[in-house]
């Protein structure tokens, strides 16, 4: 059995990660989860937030890639790992500005619709997307 597990992202513009490797994390709606070759299979909802690939060997290992994540669906199987999401990003292409302006009008739009409209869940999403990337920003890490 090999110690690497096969992790593909996919948004609906591309596939945006395919790569073999020891470790996901990810986040759940129930909370974070890991995952490593010979998971048993699994289909979960995730939320916003952190997706880390790679196993930190110590706190400041920089083989470990960090991407903020819109939510989506996982599938684990033993031997690959498919996330679907709207959106990813990279920590290193985070610009804090364009987060904060995306965060001013997600906020915005949030207070101005009805919570029974399904308008607010998908602003609510927006949000939630914006706080990850602005606590990976201030050093928060997952």
């Known amino acids: 059995m090999s110690i690497f597990i096969h992790l593909e992202v996919v948004t609906p513009e591309s596939v945006l990660i395919s790569e073999d490797t020891d470790l996901v994390t990810a986040p759940g709606v129930e909370g974070y989860f890991g995952v490593m070759a010979g998971h048993a299979p699994m ?3 995730l939320k916003p937030g952190v997706m880390t690939i790679g ?14 994540i819109a939510g989506g669906y996982v599938e684990v199987l033993p031997e690959k790992v498919t996330i679907l999401t ?18 001013k009008e997600a906020q915005d ?3 101005a619709i009805p919570s029974s409209d399904p308008q607010c869940a998908y602003w609510q999403n927006r949000v939630d997307f914006a706080n990850a990337c602005l606590g990976v920003l201030v050093g928060h890490k997952v």
């Open 55 to 68: 196993f930190p060997v110590s706190p400041e290992d920089n083989k470990v890639k960090r991407y903020i």
């Open 86 to 103: 709207e959106r990813a990003v990279a920590r290193e292409d985070l610009d804090r500005q364009k987060i904060e302006l995306e965060l």
């Open 43 to 45: 289909v979960t909802l």
């Open 109 to 111: 739009k949030v207070c």
